[in-house]
Nanobody
Framework: QVQLVESGGGLVQPGGSLRLSCAASGRIFSIYTMGWYRQAPGKERELVATIAETGSTNYADSVKGRFTISRDNAKNTVYLQMNSLKPEDTAVYYC??????????????WGQGTQVTVSS
């Protein structure tokens, strides 16, 4: 089995920063694209940022220049550094990873979500 465990969410004032982490564990052979998505109340889940195994990144227009995605392949971990946070960034943030299990199939996995609230 494979698990994604997120951490780092919380309450922050507008203009503040937070760093999210997501660690993959289990019988992992290889991890391909990893990413972060978010879902605000009453809205659809949306892409925030992705990072390929090559290090190539992709960002939603709404977070470009403020958020930075990175990964540590040795630790099977992806990070999201969020700066200049705005109230509209408030959402549950979900980690996603495309993982090939050892002696198993390649599948898409999701974390349980971590709440980020930006408010004064």
């Amino acid at each position: 089995q494979v698990q994604l465990v997120e951490s780092g969410g919380g309450l922050v004032q507008p203009g503040g920063s937070l760093r999210l982490s997501c660690a993959a564990s289990g019988r992992i052979f290889s991890i391909y694209t990893m990413g972060w998505y978010r879902q605000a109340p009453g809205k659809e889940r949306e892409l925030v940022a992705t990072i390929a195994e090559t290090g190539s990144t992709n960002y939603a227009d709404s977070v470009k220049g403020r958020f930075t995605i990175s990964r540590d392949n040795a630790k099977n971990t992806v990070y999201l550094q969020m700066n200049s946070l705005k109230p509209e960034d408030t959402a549950v943030y979900y980690c996603n990873a495309d993982i090939w299990m050892a002696l198993g199939p390649r599948s898409d996995y999701w974390g349980q979500g971590t709440q980020v609230t930006v408010s004064s």
